[in-house]
T-cell receptor
């Protein structure tokens, strides 16, 4: 079965510091991986997705993620955190044949001034 | 282009009642999926519709049902509400329902069962 695990339910960084949110996946087939962000009282907004075209994927708001097959990882990074990045972030894998997203438990990102 | 819309945004019901939630996908999108989000269980897949047919279903009891209309709008119904059904219900739409395409999410309907 395909699944994702997000390491760290809460991450806190200072404004201007590097943001690193960890995601590991489990899949017996080449995965389609996604990162979504959720701001309070809102739905999910796509940050970026991996569909095997390139291992380094650039997304919106300065975020990027690197697909590493050997480590079964798809970590999300941003070089310099901004206060507006405070939100909950979800890593997800699309289950092939079932057309459904399986989400990690989410990581709440806090930015300290 | 307008995004995914969901109505109502907030809903309060009592145990035993039933509720219907509505989702209008992005224009031209034919796939609609529903997810339940709770603090304890996180985001869980309910079902997916494409061209008025339910193609996939998650592990939820039969009290949860849905349908899709010819204009791709979808409704989700929960009968005999339980306290544990309190959640944010998210709808997502996709153009063709293929595995690598992006699913675009609506703002959700927050359901509180008392």
């Amino acid at each position: 079965a395909q699944s994702v695990t997000q390491l760290g339910s809460h991450v806190s960084v200072s404004e201007g510091a590097l943001v690193l949110l960890r995601c590991n996946y489990s899949s017996s087939v080449p995965p389609y991986l996604f990162w979504y962000v959720q701001y309070p009282n809102q739905g999910l907004q796509l940050l970026l997705k991996y569909t095997s075209a390139a291992t380094l994927v650039k997304g919106i708001n300065g975020f990027e993620a690197e697909f590493k097959k050997s480590e079964t990882s798809f970590h999300l990074t941003k070089p310099s955190a901004h206060m507006s990045d405070a939100a909950e972030y979800f890593c997800a894998v699309m289950v092939q044949g079932a057309q459904k997203l399986v989400f990690g438990q989410g990581t709440r990102l806090t930015i300290n001034p | 282009k307008a995004g995914v819309t969901q109505t109502p945004r907030y809903l309060i019901k009592t145990r035993g009642q039933q509720v219907t939630l509505s989702c209008s996908p992005i224009s031209g999108h034919r796939s609609v999926s529903w997810y339940q989000q709770t603090p304890g269980q996180g985001l869980q897949f309910l079902f997916e519709y494409f061209s008025e047919t339910q193609r996939n279903k998650g592990n939820f009891p039969g009290r949860f049902s849905g349908r899709q209309f010819s204009n791709s709008r979808s409704e989700m119904n929960v009968s005999t509400l339980e306290l544990g059904d309190s959640a944010l219900y998210l709808c997502a739409s996709g153009r063709a329902g293929t595995v690598q395409e992006t699913q675009y999410f609506g703002p959700g309907t927050r359901l509180l069962v008392l």
